[in-house]
Antibody, heavy 125, light 107 residues
Framework: QVQLVESGGGLVKPGGSLRLSCAGS????????MSWIRQAPGKGLEWVAY????????KYADSVKGRFTISRDNAKNSLFLQMNSLTGEDTAVYYC??????????????????WGQGTLVTVSS | DIQMTQSPSSLSASVGDRVTITCQAS??????LNWYQQKPGKAPKVLIY???NLQTGVPSRFSGSGSGTDFTFTIGSLQPEDFATYYC?????????FGQGTKVEVK
């Protein structure tokens, strides 16, 4: 049973920072692209960032670019999201998820197949 | 960014009903579309990938179709455990974007 467990969420003041972690069990994170996806209270899903297995490639949503940094520690089988300059619009449940790539008959695609339980980040004074 | 528009935003249905949700992309995304189910307080779960491929372990009452800009997600016969919110998501181009969701409620 693949498990991804996020931690590090909590209450932070506007302008503050927080570091989220995602630990994998039975899933070797270094073999996979991994993403962070967030969901504001009562709202839809928003992809935040992804990182390649080696960590050499990272991509971000424009809404977090320059403020958030995705990273990984393959020795600890862990994924991180460093969040700086937080605002109320960053209040959300943050999920880590495996970004599974596949190819069928020469056509390749991606979907999020394993997700953590989520960790709530609340930005408020 | 590619905008994904789902319709309807919510619907009421009964057990046994056939339920159809549509998703429209703001540009041609070929078949680069996934469908997820989310229940309250839980992480989303992938049901359909590549527009029409059923994820392993997902019941066959779920299906997807479409390509280009117009996609359809169908629940053939709604079961009690299917009351949830459903999202489409494109991966044709970064950023990966989701539809706003369709909440399937008890009639």
């Amino acid at each position: 049973q693949v498990q991804l467990v996020e931690s590090g969420g909590g209450l932070v003041k506007p302008g503050g920072s927080l570091r989220l972690s995602c630990a994998g069990s039975t899933l070797t994170l270094s073999d996979n692209y991994m993403s962070w996806i967030r969901q504001a209270p009562g709202k839809g899903l928003e992809w935040v960032a992804y990182i390649s297995g080696s960590g050499a490639t990272t991509k971000y949503a424009d809404s977090v670019k320059g403020r958030f940094t995705i990273s990984r520690d393959n020795a600890k089988n862990s994924l991180f999201l460093q969040m700086n300059s937080l605002t109320g619009e960053d209040t959300a449940v943050y999920y880590c998820a495996r970004d599974r790539g596949y190819c069928i008959s020469g056509s390749c695609g991606y979907y999020f197949d394993y997700w953590g339980q989520g960790t709530l980040v609340t930005v408020s004074s | 960014d590619i905008q994904m528009t789902q319709s309807p935003s919510s619907l009421s249905a009964s057990v046994g009903d056939r339920v159809t949700i549509t998703c429209q992309a703001s540009q041609d995304i070929s078949k680069s579309l996934n469908w997820y189910q989310q229940k309250p307080g839980k992480a989303p779960k992938v049901l359909i990938y590549d527009a029409s491929n059923l994820q392993t372990g997902v019941p066959s009452r779920f299906s997807g179709s479409g390509s280009g800009t117009d996609f359809t997600f169908t629940i053939g016969s709604l079961q009690p455990e299917d009351f949830a919110t459903y999202y489409c998501q494109q991966y044709y181009k970064l950023p990966r974007t989701f539809g706003q969701g369709t909440k399937v409620e008890v009639k």
